[in-house]
């Protein structure tokens, strides 16, 4: 079996180790040389060109992806050449637009903060005035690692964006939220096959640093039985809903008021779910495999009662993440060390660390502690 995964960054890398136990064959078309998911490369290229795309899926099983970013005519012209495309278009389309999910979501009656599209400052200005004079501006399409999210206490902080959206001539709009006042963020990862069967992993703690995520607690501390039922009952939801195949995360906020609020969606395995590489009997890259590939999903069972994973944000200025290994391996045998080969950059995820254990304190602080090495 053949699975082709378009984009090469650290997603697709982490797919490739479930593929090669499984002994399945795992094709990358990665945008450049030299990138995260480097040793499956089979092609390098633009995901935006139909040619080079249709090239790459020639002789694969399924088409999967790294992102969510594949223009939907190029996903439909792979379909038509009777290629399985896992997520389908159809799905996609509804992660690739934060304003289409917002509506799709909306008409399935799911909780979400309040929400608009605006085309201009004088509708933003309506919304703020609302919506207690404060809000969450987001940019529908492109957005990642808080890059696109802007917290706005006026219209006028929106100006530069509403001056990008109509050089770009599509008429489009922008989003706005109410600003959430959470009690924390969690996330919701579910599996499902073409068929419709699906397994869900435990309703995740996920702690962001500047709009990025920095450490993910697995299970969510302290949730009660009616809050991660609630979060399983949305996951679900979207997904049927949706028609999600393959790895679906559901970002969520638990309100200070107790309910649980749609944030976002991703449809491929997620930053949220690396904790189950090495804390739980099966990871979400290798469910994703399975599921994209119309199999029986695995048992998604915490293998210890806490995981804790934490990102490395960053790294090692000048070094590479592998140059701190000798002092990290020493001080924490116990810590499972992942590097993406990426090069430092401020800010960027660069590798991840996951702690598991019986104590959620101990996990936490070793798995801190960990990460720490690499910054
Ligand atoms: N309506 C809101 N109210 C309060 N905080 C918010 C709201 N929307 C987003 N945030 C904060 O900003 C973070 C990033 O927002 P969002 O997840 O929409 O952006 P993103 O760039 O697509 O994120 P990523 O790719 O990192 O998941 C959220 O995790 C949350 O901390
Ligand atoms: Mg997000």
């Given at each position: 079996?053949?699975?082709?995964?378009?984009?090469?960054?650290?997603?697709?890398?982490?797919?490739?180790?479930?593929?090669?136990?499984?002994?399945?064959?795992?094709?990358?078309?990665?945008e450049?040389?030299?990138?995260?998911?480097?040793?499956?490369?089979?092609?390098?290229?633009?995901?935006?060109?139909?040619?080079?795309?249709?090239?790459?899926?020639?002789?694969?099983?399924?088409?999967?992806?790294?992102h969510?970013h594949?223009?939907?005519?190029?996903?439909?012209?792979?379909?038509?050449?009777?290629?399985?495309?896992?997520?389908?278009?159809?799905?996609?389309?509804?992660?690739?637009?934060?304003?289409?999910?917002r509506?799709?979501?909306?008409?399935?009656?799911?909780?979400?903060?309040a929400?608009?599209?605006?085309?201009?400052?004088?509708?933003?200005?309506?919304?703020?005035?609302?919506?207690?004079?404060?809000?969450?501006?987001?940019?529908?399409?492109?957005?990642?690692?808080?890059?696109?999210?802007?917290?706005?206490?006026?219209?006028?902080?929106?100006?530069?964006?509403?001056?990008?959206?109509?050089?770009?001539?599509?008429g489009?709009?922008?989003?706005?939220?109410?600003?959430?006042?959470?009690?924390?963020?969690?996330?919701?990862?579910?599996?499902?096959?073409?068929?419709?069967a699906?397994?869900?992993?435990?309703?995740?703690?996920?702690?962001?640093?500047?709009?990025?995520?920095?450490?993910?607690?697995?299970?969510?501390?302290?949730?009660?039985?009616?809050?991660?039922?609630?979060?399983?009952?949305?996951?679900?939801?979207?997904?049927?809903?949706?028609?999600?195949?393959?790895?679906?995360?559901?970002e969520?906020?638990?309100?200070?008021?107790?309910?649980?609020?749609?944030?976002?969606?991703?449809?491929?395995?997620?930053?949220s779910?690396?904790?189950?590489?090495?804390g739980?009997?099966?990871?979400?890259?290798?469910?994703?495999?399975?599921?994209v590939?119309?199999?029986?999903?695995?048992?998604?069972?915490?293998?210890?009662?806490?995981?804790?994973?934490?990102?490395?944000?960053?790294?090692?200025?000048?070094?590479?993440?592998?140059d701190?290994?000798?002092?990290?391996?020493?001080?924490?045998?116990?810590?499972?060390?992942?590097?993406?080969?990426?090069?430092?950059?401020?800010g960027?995820?660069?590798?991840?660390v996951?702690?598991?254990?019986?104590?959620?304190?101990?996990?936490?602080?070793?798995?801190?502690?960990?990460?720490?090495?690499?910054?």
């Amino acid at each position: 079996m053949k699975v082709g995964v378009i984009g090469g960054g650290q997603l697709a890398r982490m797919m490739v180790p479930p593929a090669i136990a499984l002994g399945l064959e795992i094709r990358v078309l990665a945008e450049a040389e030299h990138s995260s998911a480097a040793i499956a490369a089979t092609a390098v290229g633009d995901y935006r060109d139909l040619d080079t795309v249709l090239a790459f899926a020639e002789d694969v099983d399924v088409i999967t992806f790294d992102h969510e970013h594949v223009p939907e005519p190029v996903l439909r012209a792979l379909i038509e050449r009777g290629v399985p495309v896992h997520p389908g278009p159809d799905a996609l389309r509804y992660a690739q637009d934060k304003l289409l999910m917002r509506a799709r979501l909306t008409e399935l009656g799911l909780p979400a903060p309040a929400w608009a599209a605006v085309h201009d400052t004088a509708e933003l200005a309506d919304f703020l005035a609302a919506n207690g004079g404060r809000g969450v501006l987001k940019t529908p399409r492109g957005g990642y690692d808080g890059k696109g999210v802007r917290v706005i206490s006026s219209a006028a902080e929106a100006e530069d964006w509403f001056a990008a959206l109509a050089e770009d001539g599509r008429g489009g709009a922008l989003l706005v939220e109410e600003l959430v006042e959470f009690r924390r963020e969690l996330a919701a990862l579910v599996a499902r096959r073409p068929s419709g069967a699906s397994v869900a992993w435990p309703t995740v703690e996920t702690i962001q640093r500047g709009g990025v995520c920095a450490e993910v607690l697995a299970p969510a501390p302290d949730l009660s039985d009616e809050a991660d039922a609630e979060a399983r009952r949305i996951a679900a939801r979207v997904a049927d809903g949706l028609g999600v195949t393959g790895v679906l995360a559901v970002e969520l906020f638990e309100h200070v008021d107790g309910r649980i609020l749609v944030n976002e969606l991703a449809m491929r395995p997620h930053n949220s779910g690396h904790w189950s590489i090495d804390g739980a009997v099966t990871s979400q890259f290798e469910q994703h495999l399975r599921a994209v590939l119309d199999l029986p999903l695995g048992d998604s069972s915490p293998i210890a009662p806490w995981s804790v994973m934490a990102n490395v944000l960053g790294g090692p200025a000048g070094e590479a993440f592998t140059d701190r290994y000798a002092e990290a391996m020493a001080a924490h045998p116990d810590v499972k060390l992942h590097g993406y080969d990426k090069t430092s950059r401020p800010g960027r995820k660069v590798g991840h660390v996951t702690a598991i254990g019986a104590s959620l304190d101990d996990v936490r602080s070793r798995a801190r502690a960990a990460a720490d090495l690499f910054g």
